[in-house]
């Protein structure tokens, strides 16, 4: 019998076009493996592009062993996940949406891991956190994705902040931004006395982002996803950011004491948590998230410890992690298809109707597990063998991750088990059946890449595993990857992980339901995070409701007393302002200006018509006209006057259009704001006529006008070139500004036609 095509009937032209995302990225993954025997041998190919050369900051990029793991993940696990989504989603008028975030995202996440300049690497980071939250909002109809999302935003964007400013302290510091040149100056970095503070920066955007605690909460609330969504962000790509920059940074920020007692604990209390939450779910999908969560406090915890061994043992693990997590979340996407829910305790007996989903779960699960001959198992006992490196606390370590890990195998148990077999068949779908190609297809490669990995280790070591040691040790590594070391210390703990693994899983009901009716008087982690949304929402209606009261003229008040403030601030705390050496002489002309000044401002104050105060104030203007015309500045005197008749004549049409209200009242504060700014004004021009005037944008201007801007009025250059987006910015605020007024005037009337 023939495969079903992944696409509806009627709709295979579309879905040809919907396979491109796809085919992109897996072309991308071609391209990328060609560099993976150059790599193995030591090479770093490199891209470098002036961006800000002014400040240093280039637009470089390079391909290490590190850079070049993450980038096949990203592209290789892309792939699968488009094609997946594609399939997944063939109905859905969301999916040229999806694809096209997704892409972008993949773009971002590529963009992340190749950066060699710190200011690269964050704007491709927080290009990783805007995409990610339009993704785990995808749903966003419902309230939860909502949600979700905005915890996931603000979570992963305060820890982009700090990412921002760590890694500019650190160019600072080096003179330079580019990772690389950093790394080499490790020990200048670990002597110097901002260190603490760059750790601290630098670790707080990397726990955020790879959900360690105490911010490990949104990543099962990122669940709130798409299946693709969750198999490509939360297995390989964007929760590996934070261990991906720790790996990256261990040259220069490793190997200190508070580099070991902040990871290791931190990493370790992590893979504990997730471990112990994830066999209190029932959804597979949530439980995944959690042991996930677990994946990622182990990596963290080996990168805390930064000896050789335990270096190889974390990016082995992220590996083998990739691989098996996102073929198990695409795998319970396929139960969900196939069989209509994810709940275990919904499905099961669908071994028979299910055989293709059941035998790809079940690969990657037993990875999952750390069973021989997968490459989980490898992993695993390096993980073992690392504690024994520690430079602390290596019983406390290896004790730790044999928890965990007896958890995982488990966890990896009810993956597997629980919706195929011991029962009769039952779930919501009357016939559950093996999805289409498009989205067997994918995880089945990933679960067999993980069995492949481990039947051939030293090809994974030799082109993967030892090129990204290398890179996070900032060193030449020697790995190697074996699947049976004899006899040792490993091979006992694994047997006694897969034991106490048994055990839990033949006690799942009891522990979770143990787990269930415990949890509702445990404290919750995110309360700090309800806590502070909640604080934030009730100061910013609190300042909403002082400061927005509707009233324009409170708005004018209020702006113009903070510019006073500024300015006052600056004269009585500034160290230069002088006194201008001048001497007050009579001139008639001066004089009637002074007078046609006086006489307007008396007039705007004192008169009761609006009208007639908007025609006094275009008087002022025309006066100070008059003063530019009298020191040779005729451009900005027809500028002053054409901007004063506008004015006018703009306002004149605006009152004649309101309802009238009277006469206009004296106020004694707004006079005493006006009178506070209008003398500070003063006080700083006077001020900057006493000091030495600096010529120094004057004989750049002067000098650069014509040869680079081929313009001969120097005013009429600096608006257009060297300051054209000021320019059209300012411009774009006129214009703004006049439709708002337009429809503000025309609010409530109607026009004849």
């Not at 280790?457 to 290398?470: E, I, K």
Request: hydrophobic share 60%; proline share 5%.
């Amino acid at each position: 019998m023939a495969e079903p095509s992944p696409f509806p009937a009627g709709d295979q032209g579309a879905g040809v076009w919907r396979l491109a995302p796809a085919i992109l990225a897996a072309g991308a993954f071609v391209w990328f493996a060609q560099f993976l025997g150059p790599v193995a041998r030591g090479a770093a190919p490199e891209l470098v592009l002036p961006w800000v050369p002014a400040l240093g900051v280039d637009f470089a990029l390079r391909l290490d062993g590190l850079s070049l793991a993450f980038a096949l993940l990203i592209t290789g696990i892309g792939a699968i996940c488009l094609l997946y989504a594609a399939a997944y989603f063939r109905t859905d008028r969301r999916l040229g949406s999806l694809l096209i975030t997704l892409t972008l995202f993949a773009i971002a996440m590529l963009g992340l891991v190749l950066a060699d300049d710190a200011v690269t690497l964050f704007v491709f980071w927080e290009g990783t956190t805007i995409t990610s939250w339009l993704l785990v909002g995808f749903d966003h109809e419902r309230a939860s994705a909502r949600a979700a999302a905005l915890q996931a935003l603000l979570v992963t964007g305060l820890g982009g902040l700090a990412v921002l400013a760590g890694l500019l302290v650190m160019g600072g510091l080096a003179g330079t931004y580019r990772l690389s040149e950093m790394n080499a100056m490790g020990d200048m970095f670990r002597a110097s006395g901002a260190y603490p503070w760059i750790f601290a920066l630098v670790m707080l955007g990397a726990f955020t982002k790879s959900a360690q605690w105490p911010f490990q909460f949104w990543l099962p609330g990122a669940m709130a996803a798409p299946t693709p969504v969750s198999a490509y962000l939360h297995s390989a790509t964007m929760v590996k950011a934070g261990v991906y920059l720790m790996a990256r940074l261990t040259p220069a920020l490793g190997g200190t004491d508070l580099w070991f007692w902040t990871l290791a604990p931190v990493g370790g209390f992590t893979m504990l948590l997730a471990s112990v939450w994830a066999m209190r779910q029932t959804d597979l999908k949530m439980m995944l998230a959690y042991t996930t969560v677990m994946a990622l406090g182990t990596i963290t915890m080996l990168l805390g410890v930064s000896t050789p061994e335990a270096i190889a043992a974390a990016l082995s693990f992220l590996v083998v992690h990739a691989l098996y997590k996102a073929a198990l979340f695409l795998g319970v996407g396929m139960i969900e298809k196939g069989a209509g829910a994810r709940d275990y305790q919904a499905v099961g007996g669908l071994w028979g109707p299910m055989p293709l989903t059941a035998s790809v779960i079940a690969l990657a699960a037993a990875s999952m597990a750390g069973f021989p001959p997968f490459f989980g198992f490898i992993a695993k006992e390096l993980s073992y063998a690392a504690s024994g490196s520690a430079p602390d606390a290596g019983t406390a370590i290896a004790l730790a991750a044999l928890a965990a890990n007896a958890m995982m195998v488990a966890c990896a148990g009810l993956v597997a088990l629980r919706p195929f077999f011991f029962g009769a068949r039952h779930c919501p779908k009357d016939r559950p059946t093996d999805p289409v190609w498009g989205l067997w297809l994918g995880p089945s490669i990933l679960a067999v890449l993980g069995l492949s990995f481990g039947l051939a280790p030293g090809a994974a070591g030799h082109y993967l595993v030892a090129p990204m040691a290398s890179a996070a040790a900032g060193a030449p590594a020697a790995v190697e990857l074996l699947l049976w070391h004899g006899v040792n210390r490993e091979l006992i703990l694994s047997l006694v992980t897969f034991a106490l693994g048994l055990a839990l899983y033949a006690a799942i009901d009891r522990i979770r339901d143990g787990l269930a009716a415990a949890e509702p008087g445990l404290p919750r982690t995110e309360g700090w995070y309800d806590a502070a949304l909640a604080g934030g929402l009730r100061v910013a209606r609190g300042v909403t409701s002082v400061a927005q009261n509707g009233l324009m003229t409170s708005y004018l008040r209020r702006t113009f007393l903070a510019l006073g403030v500024l300015i006052w601030g600056a004269i009585l705390l500034g160290s230069d302002a002088r006194w201008p050496d001048f001497r007050v002489g009579f001139d008639l002309i001066a004089s009637a200006i002074v007078v046609l000044i006086v006489a307007s401002v008396i007039v705007v104050l004192r008169t009761e018509s609006r009208l007639t105060a908007i025609a006094a104030l275009g008087g002022v203007g025309a006066a100070i006209a008059i003063v530019f015309v009298l020191y040779g500045a005729i451009d900005v005197a027809m500028t002053q006057l054409f901007v004063e008749i506008l004015i006018v004549v703009f306002l004149t049409i605006a009152m004649v259009r309101l309802p009238p209200s009277g006469a206009v009242p004296f106020r004694l504060k707004d006079a005493a704001v006006a009178v506070f700014l209008g003398l500070g004004v003063a006080a700083t021009a006077l001020a900057v006529l006493g000091t030495e005037l600096d010529l120094r944008l004057t004989t750049f201007f002067e000098a650069a006008s014509y040869p680079e801007a081929n313009g001969r009025n120097i005013v009429n250059v600096i608006l257009v070139d060297f300051r054209g987006l000021d320019t059209m910015g300012e411009i774009a605020v006129v214009v703004f500004a006049g439709v708002a007024a337009l429809a503000a005037l025309g609010a409530g009337r109607k026009f004849a036609r």
